[in-house]
Structures are given as C-alpha cells and as structure tokens.
C-alpha cells in the first residue's frame, strides 16, 4: 500500500554525501509534514528527521531533510559505515486518512 | 527515558486473533499523545496499523480496520492490539510507538508474530 515512491537502493564510499528521495501526491507530501526512519540491521527504527528537516535530540548534523511540492528528500553527508541501514519516509495522507511509509531505500557503504 | 515493550504470543494460527500488548514505562499514557502499532512483514517494509489517544479516540489504516482494535488500559500504563481472521500475510514484526501527531518518536524493540498451523 505504499504510496510514496523511494529508490530500492543508494550507495557512496566513506566521506560522500548520500541522497534519498521520496516521490508522494498532493494528498500526502504535498500537503503534510515528512518525517525519516532509520532502521539498522535488526533493529527497530528511529526517527531521524520530523517536520521535513528537524533533527531529534542526537541526530548528527551530517543527516540533513528537505521537501519542495510533493517530493522530500534526506541527503547524508560525510558518509560513515554505521549509516549502513535501511530509510523510511513517511507521511499522513489525507485521502486515505492514514499513515503511510515510503517503499524504503537501502543505503550500502561501499 | 519512555520504554516500549511488545509482548504476546509468537505463534497464532489461521483464522484466529493476534493479540499483543505494548507496556509503556518513563512517561504516562495519561499525559497525552497518541499511541500506535506498526508492523513489517519478513524482508518488507513498515505499515501502520493505527494508534489510539489516552481517551480511546482511535484511527486505523483503512486497509486493516475491519479487522483490527486498539484500545488503552491508562491504569496499567499499556495499550493493546487485536487484529481477527489472520492469515499467513499477518505473520511479521509487530512494534509499538508513540505517536505525535504521526512522528513516531519512541519504538519499542518489536516481535515478531507468525501466523502458521
């Protein structure tokens, strides 16, 4: 059911920046908040980024969220072999009145 | 520090309802927020299943509604999940989270449910 379209993959050496994008509609991206989950090899996830470009508490700089019309993306600078993991976007959609999650995008250190 | 814990059954069989609890320590459930279920499949992605408020106010994915209840015990600090007539594709990781205003800020750890005779 997933309604916001991510790439299924993303990659970069130590040091490059990584970006992911998120491709929603007007019922969703366009018109709500975005927010980012990161999730780790067996773990559950975390959020990384609120409201479009808010970092939580303990969130390092280096992670970074935008969003322009429908589309939203997080961009990953100074890339480091613990940002191996999978990312989620997210965000309300108001014809489907619900929740709903990107199709998820895993980033590989190379 | 708010903690979410998941516990209930591992193992539910065809047809029959999944049940699981999520236990909230660190913060009240009175105090606010809403307070919600997601789930992802083996090798998938995440899906909402819905989230309740301290009150009982609820919303669901609509995709799962007619078949899925949440409710909130705010004397036991926990809240709970019922979802009836599961098949094969209700089998997958179950967590619980807070939810503020659909920013799912803490998570519990997950467990995993399958659904097998």
């Known amino acids: 059911q997933s309604v916001l379209t991510q790439p299924p993959s993303a990659s970069g050496t130590p040091g490059q920046r990584v970006t992911i994008s998120c491709s929603g509609s007007?019922?969703?991206?366009?018109?709500?908040?975005v927010n980012w989950y990161q999730q780790l090899p067996g773990a559950a996830p975390k959020l990384l980024i609120y409201?479009?470009?808010q970092r939580p508490s303990g969130v390092p700089d280096r992670c970074s969220g935008s969003k322009s019309g429908t589309s939203a993306s997080l961009a990953i600078s100074g890339l480091q072999s613990e940002d191996e993991a999978d990312f989620y976007c997210?965000?309300?959609?108001?014809?489907?009145?619900?929740?709903?999650f990107g199709t998820g995008t895993k980033v590989t250190v190379l | 520090q708010v903690l979410l814990q998941e516990s209930g059954p591992g193992l539910v069989k065809p047809s029959e309802t999944l049940s699981l609890t999520c236990t909230v320590s660190?913060?009240?459930?009175?105090?606010?927020?809403?307070w919600g279920w997601i789930r992802q499949p083996p090798g998938k992605g995440l899906e909402w299943i819905g989230s309740?408020?301290?009150?009982?106010?609820?919303y669901y994915n609509p995709s799962l509604k007619s078949r899925v209840t949440i409710s909130v015990d705010t004397s036991k600090n926990q809240f709970s999940l019922k979802v009836t007539s599961v098949t094969a594709a209700d089998t997958a990781e179950y967590y619980c989270?807070?939810?503020?205003?659909?920013?799912?800020?803490?998570w519990g750890q997950g467990t995993l449910v399958t659904v097998s005779s």
């Open positions: 989270a807070r939810d503020f205003s659909g920013c799912l800020d803490y």
């Open positions: 660190g913060y009240s459930i009175r105090r606010g927020y809403y």
């Open positions: 309740i408020y301290h009150s009982g106010s609820t």
């Open positions: 007007s019922s969703n991206i366009g018109s709500n908040t």
């Open positions: 409201s479009n470009s």
């Open positions: 997210a965000a309300w959609d108001d014809i489907l009145n619900g929740y709903v």
